[in-house]
C-alpha cells in the first residue's frame, strides 16, 4: 500500500509540473504575440520578398488574398520597411508628396507607435528624414534629420501611398511616392547608395505568424535578438521553462513540441474568444468596435497604472499590425463574427448585409473578409474587400448597397459579392474611411450579417 501510495504521489508531481509548463508556454503566446507577428513579416521580407535590410517593399496594386498580413484593407498601396539597428542607425527618408499622400507609422519590435509618418502634397512639404536608433545610443545625429530613440533593435515602417483620386495619373502619382521611399545606414548619409524598392503585388507576402511550434521558434529567434526590457523580467522566466534563454540554442525534443502545438492552439482561441467577447457598439446588435479603435491612451504600449495589459495587447496584435495613435480622426472601424441571429460567421452559409444610404463617412467606406484562424485575408478568395469606389457594384435607387457573403457568388450578384471559404470562420471590418459624428454617436446605425436561407432571385 505505502508503494502504490508513493507511486500515486510521483505521478501526480509530474503531472503538476507539465501541466505549469504547459500554462507556461499559452502564457508565453500571449506576451510574445506581438513580436512574433512583427518577426514574421519580417520572415516575409527576407524570404518571399527576397529583400535585404534597407530594401523597400511595396504594392504597386490594391491588396489582393496574397499580401498576408493581419487585417490590413484592400483600397491601399502599401509600403513595408523592416529596419534592424544592430549595426548602427538607419534613416529612413520620406520624399516630399507631389500628387498624393505617404502616411503611417514607425513601430519598434513591441510594435509600439515610435512616429507617426507624414507626407501630405500640400504646399511646403519638404519630406523628412527621420534616422532609426539603437537602444542605448549615444552618438551625435547630424543636422537636419529627425531622430527616433528606440528601445528595440528591430523596427518596421507600414506606410499606406494615397493617390488625390482613383485616376490613372494620380495612382501613378502615389506609385511614384513609394518608390520614392529611400532607407540606408546613417554611416553612408553624405553618398546614399541606389534604393532597391521591390514591388509584391500578386505575389504572395506571407507576413502571418505560424498557429504551430514553431511560433516559439520565432518568439526564441527574435527574444534572442532584443534586450529584456525592466517589464519583462517574469515573463523571461516563463520562456526559460520551456527551453527559450537568450545566447542559448531553442532545441525543443518531440514530446515539448507536441506541448507547444497544442498551447498556441490555446492561445490563438483565446485571442479570438476575447474578441468575440467584445460588448456591442450599439445594444443588441453584433458589430464591435476592435482594440485597435479603442486602445489609444498609452500609445499602444499597454502600460497601465500599475501593470501591463498582456490580453489587450495579444488580441489587437493577433488581429492587426501598425496601429496609428488616433485613429478615429482618420478611420473608424467596426468589426463583426456573429451574424444577426448571434451565430457564428462560417464559410459555407451565405450572408446577406444592407449598407443603408448616406454612411456618415467623408471619405468613403469598405467591408472587408478575413480568416478568423488567422486574422489575414481568405486564401484563394477570388475578391476580399468591396469599398464604395468600387466601380461595378450595384446600388439600389435610394443608395443603399446590398451585399453578399458566400464561397461563389449567388447568381447574377458577383458585383456585390465577397468571396468566404467552406469549413472555415471568418470576421468582417467595417472602415469608415473620415468618420462622421452621427456613426461615433450611433445615430446611424450600420444592421447586423443576415443568414439567408434562400438564394436571392
Not at 468591396?386 to 453578399?404: C, E, T, Y
Amino acid at each position: 500500500m505505502k508503494a502504490a501510495v508513493g507511486a500515486a504521489h510521483t505521478f501526480s508531481a509530474y503531472s503538476l509540473a507539465e501541466h505549469t509548463r504547459y500554462r507556461r508556454a499559452v502564457e508565453a503566446a500571449i506576451w510574445g504575440m506581438p513580436i512574433v507577428s512583427v518577426d514574421a513579416m519580417r520572415q516575409a521580407f527576407l524570404r518571399d520578398a527576397g529583400a535585404r535590410y534597407n530594401d523597400i517593399v511595396y504594392l504597386s496594386k490594391q491588396a489582393d488574398w496574397k499580401f498576408q498580413l493581419a487585417t490590413p484593407n484592400a483600397s491601399t498601396r502599401y509600403v513595408y520597411v523592416p529596419i534592424n539597428t544592430k549595426s548602427g542607425p538607419v534613416v529612413l527618408d520620406i520624399p516630399p508628396a507631389v500628387g498624393a499622400g505617404l502616411f503611417g507609422t514607425l513601430n519598434d519590435a513591441w510594435q509600439t507607435r515610435a512616429a507617426d509618418i507624414w507626407s501630405t502634397g500640400e504646399d511646403g512639404d519638404q519630406g523628412t528624414k527621420y534616422v532609426v536608433l539603437p537602444p542605448a545610443y549615444k552618438g551625435a545625429v547630424p543636422a537636419g534629420f529627425v531622430s527616433i530613440q528606440l528601445r528595440t533593435y528591430n523596427s518596421y515602417s507600414c506606410l499606406c501611398a494615397m493617390p488625390a483620386s482613383p485616376s490613372p495619373a494620380d495612382v501613378a502619382k502615389a506609385i511614384d511616392l513609394a518608390r520614392s521611399v529611400r532607407a540606408y545606414p546613417l554611416a553612408e548619409a553624405v553618398s546614399p547608395p541606389p534604393q532597391r524598392c521591390i514591388d509584391m503585388a500578386g505575389k504572395l507576402f506571407d507576413g502571418i505568424a505560424r498557429f504551430d511550434d514553431t511560433f516559439y521558434d520565432s518568439l526564441a529567434r527574435i527574444v534572442d535578438e532584443e534586450p529584456v526590457q525592466e517589464r519583462d523580467s517574469v515573463a523571461m522566466a516563463y520562456l526559460q521553462s520551456i527551453g527559450i534563454q537568450k545566447d542559448k540554442p531553442f532545441k525543443p525534443d518531440p514530446a515539448l513540441r507536441e506541448m507547444l502545438k497544442r498551447a498556441i492552439v490555446e492561445a490563438r482561441e483565446g485571442f479570438i474568444q476575447s474578441m468575440i467577447a467584445l460588448p456591442p457598439f450599439v445594444p443588441r446588435a453584433h458589430w464591435t468596435v476592435p482594440g485597435a479603435s479603442v486602445e489609444t491612451e498609452t500609445g499602444h504600449t499597454f502600460e497601465k497604472v500599475g501593470y501591463l495589459d498582456l490580453d489587450a495587447r495579444a488580441q489587437l496584435f493577433f488581429f492587426g499590425c501598425a496601429p496609428a495613435q488616433a485613429p478615429r480622426a482618420i478611420m473608424f472601424v467596426l468589426a463583426a463574427m456573429k451574424d444577426a441571429t448571434g451565430a457564428p460567421l462560417h464559410g459555407e452559409t451565405t450572408y446577406h448585409l444592407h449598407v443603408p444610404p448616406n454612411v456618415p463617412s467623408t471619405h468613403g467606406w469598405a467591408v472587408t473578409v478575413y480568416d478568423l484562424e488567422t486574422a489575414a485575408f481568405i486564401r484563394g478568395a477570388a475578391r476580399v474587400e468591396i469599398n464604395s469606389d468600387h466601380a461595378p457594384i450595384h446600388k439600389n435607387v435610394d443608395g443603399s448597397v446590398d451585399l453578399f457573403f458566400a464561397p461563389a457568388p449567388p447568381r447574377g450578384l458577383d458585383a456585390n459579392w465577397i468571396g468566404t471559404r467552406s469549413g472555415g470562420r471568418w470576421i468582417a471590418l467595417f472602415r469608415f474611411c473620415g468618420p462622421q459624428r452621427a456613426v461615433l454617436d450611433r445615430r446611424w446605425v450600420l444592421p447586423d450579417i443576415e443568414p439567408l436561407k434562400r438564394t436571392p432571385s
